[in-house]
C-alpha cells in the first residue's frame, strides 16, 4: 500500500533553515509528481509546492517563493523540501502528498497524503 | 481570505442530506480547472486531525472506497460536495480544492465543519 512518511521537523528560530524529508513507498515513485501542502495550526490547507516525475519542473506558493526548494532523490524515493529564512507564519503541519499524475499541471490532485510533520517557528 | 470560497459549517441530522458549496472565479473553476474535495476527520486536542484524504477527483469522481452517499458536481464557477444519508462518521473538515490561473498555483477552500447534530 502508499506510504508517505515525512520527518525533518521540529522548533526553529526565526530567520534559521530546516529541510524535511518524505519516504516514500508502495508505488512506483518515479511515475508521480509530488507536493508539499501545509496547515498552520487551527486553519486551512495551504498548497507550497509541487516537483514532476523527474524533478524536471518545480512550482512554488507565492508565500514561500525564493525561501523554500522542492527536490526529489529517486534513487532513495525520497520527497524534500528545504525551507530557508523561516518566519513565524511557516508554522504549520507540512504534509507530503502523491499527485496522481506524473506532471504538475492544472489536473493534478492528490490521492495519497502522509501523516504530517510539524514545523514550529518561535523565538 | 481563500480563493475558493466554503461555508464555515454545516450541520444535520443522521439521515438527512447536506450539501457544501465551493465558490470561484473565472480564474479557477470557471476556467475549466476540475474541482477535487478531500475529508480531514477531526483529532483530540492537542493532536491535530487526521492526514486530508482524497474524497471526490475531477468534479464528481470517487475514489475506490469512498461510499456513494458522497457525491460530487460543478457547474460554472462552482462546485458543491453532497453527503447523503449522513452518518456520526462524516463529521469532519471538508475542503474542495483546484488550480488557479492567476496564481498558477493550487488553491484550497478554508474548510467547511460538517457536524451531525
Known amino acids: 500500500q502508499v506510504q508517505l512518511v515525512e520527518s525533518g521537523g521540529g522548533v526553529v528560530r526565526p530567520g534559521r533553515s530546516l529541510r524535511l524529508s518524505c519516504a516514500a513507498s508502495?508505488?512506483?515513485?518515479?511515475?508521480?509528481?509530488m507536493h508539499w501542502v501545509r496547515q498552520a495550526p487551527g486553519k486551512g490547507l495551504e498548497w507550497v509546492a509541487g516537483?514532476?516525475?523527474?524533478?524536471?519542473?518545480?512550482d512554488y506558493a507565492d508565500s514561500v517563493k525564493g525561501r523554500f526548494t522542492i527536490s526529489r532523490d529517486p534513487s532513495k524515493n525520497t520527497l524534500f523540501l528545504q525551507m530557508s529564512s523561516l518566519g513565524v507564519e511557516d508554522t504549520a503541519i507540512f504534509y507530503c502528498?502523491?499527485?496522481?499524475?506524473?506532471?504538475?499541471?492544472?489536473?493534478?490532485?492528490?490521492?495519497?497524503w502522509g501523516q504530517g510533520i510539524m514545523v514550529t517557528v518561535s523565538s | 481570505q481563500s480563493v475558493l470560497t466554503q461555508p464555515p459549517s454545516v450541520s444535520g441530522a443522521p439521515g438527512q442530506r447536506v450539501t457544501i458549496s465551493c465558490s470561484g472565479s473565472?480564474?479557477?473553476?470557471?476556467?475549466?480547472?476540475?474541482v477535487h474535495w478531500y475529508q480531514q476527520l477531526p483529532g483530540t486536542a492537542p493532536n491535530p486531525g487526521t492526514a486530508?484524504?482524497?474524497?471526490?477527483?475531477?468534479?464528481?469522481n470517487r475514489p475506490s472506497g469512498v461510499p456513494d452517499r458522497f457525491s460530487g458536481s460543478k457547474s460554472g464557477t462552482s462546485a458543491s460536495l453532497a453527503i447523503s444519508g449522513l452518518q456520526a462518521e462524516d463529521e469532519a473538515d471538508y475542503y474542495c480544492?483546484?488550480?488557479?490561473?492567476?496564481?498558477?498555483?493550487?488553491?484550497f477552500g478554508a474548510g467547511t465543519r460538517v457536524t451531525v447534530l
Open positions: 502528498a502523491r499527485d496522481w499524475a506524473a506532471a504538475v499541471s492544472g489536473l493534478s490532485h492528490f490521492d495519497y
Open positions: 508502495g508505488f512506483t515513485f518515479g511515475r508521480h509528481a
Open positions: 516537483i514532476s516525475y523527474d524533478g524536471s519542473n518545480k
Open positions: 473565472s480564474s479557477n473553476i470557471g476556467a475549466g480547472y476540475d
Open positions: 486530508p484524504k482524497l474524497l471526490i477527483y475531477r468534479n464528481g
Open positions: 480544492q483546484s488550480y488557479d490561473s492567476s496564481l498558477s498555483g493550487f488553491v
